[in-house]
Nanobody, 121 residues
């Protein structure tokens, strides 16, 4: 089995910064794309950012220029540096990873439990 554990959420004032981390553990042979998603109360879950194993990134328009996704393949960890936070960034942030736990690649999606980010005005 594979577990994803997030950390780094919390309460911050508008304009502040937070750094989220998500570490994957368990039976892991390789991890393809990793990403962060968020869900605000009463809204659908939305993509925040993704990063491939090779380092190619993709961002939601709403966070471009403010958020940076990165990963450490040796540690099976993905990060989300969030700067210039706005009240509308308030949400539960969850990490996602496409993980193969067999030598022959057979990727399936895993999700973390989520971490709350609250930005006060």
């Amino acid at each position: 089995q594979v577990q994803l554990v997030e950390s780094g959420g919390g309460l911050v004032q508008a304009g502040g910064s937070l750094r989220l981390s998500c570490a994957a553990s368990g039976t892991i042979f390789s991890i393809n794309t990793m990403g962060w998603y968020r869900q605000a109360p009463g809204k659908q879950r939305e993509l925040v950012a993704t990063i491939t194993r090779g380092g190619s990134t993709n961002y939601a328009d709403s966070v471009k220029g403010r958020f940076t996704i990165s990963r450490d393949n040796a540690k099976n960890t993905v990060y989300l540096q969030m700067n210039s936070l706005k009240p509308e960034d308030t949400a539960v942030y969850s990490c996602n990873a496409a993980v193969s736990n067999t030598l022959f690649p057979n990727y399936r999606d895993y999700w973390g439990q989520g971490t709350q980010v609250t930005v006060s005005s």
